[in-house]
């Protein structure tokens, strides 16, 4: 069996929510925890068209990003950890989980 490269955590949001809704949530929860934005993009296109794909981090000239995907056709979001990341990225997930969590609750579905 193929070993996995990442871990994946996925976050619940209500169905139908909309990018435009989600994405100043995403970058309000990133600023509570002292990460920032470095790029926006989408997750492979031809799989998720439509996703939205964050890389954060604490400095620009830090080793490592963490990720995160929204993916509206299915209301899907989710935190993709690399196992190769520096220590700082691991350590850092359950602190965005968490502020991630308090924004997506401020959500009306």
């Excluded at 100043?24 to 068209?49: D, F």
């Excluded at 794909?53 to 400095?59: A, L, R, S, T």
């Amino acid at each position: 069996m193929k070993e996995k490269k990442s871990n994946d955590f996925y976050i619940d949001i209500p169905g139908g929510v909309s990018k435009e809704v989600l994405m100043p949530l995403v970058e309000n929860a990133a600023r509570a925890v002292g990460l920032y934005v470095s790029h926006i993009g989408k997750y492979l296109a031809h799989k998720h068209p439509g996703s939205v794909h964050w890389h954060f981090k604490q400095d620009k000239n830090q080793k490592g990003i963490l990720d995160a995907t929204f993916y509206d056709v299915e209301s899907l979001f989710w935190l993709m950890i690399a196992h190769r990341n520096p220590k700082w990225v691991h350590d850092k997930v359950p602190d965005l989980l968490q502020a991630l969590e308090n924004e997506f609750a401020t959500i009306d579905a």
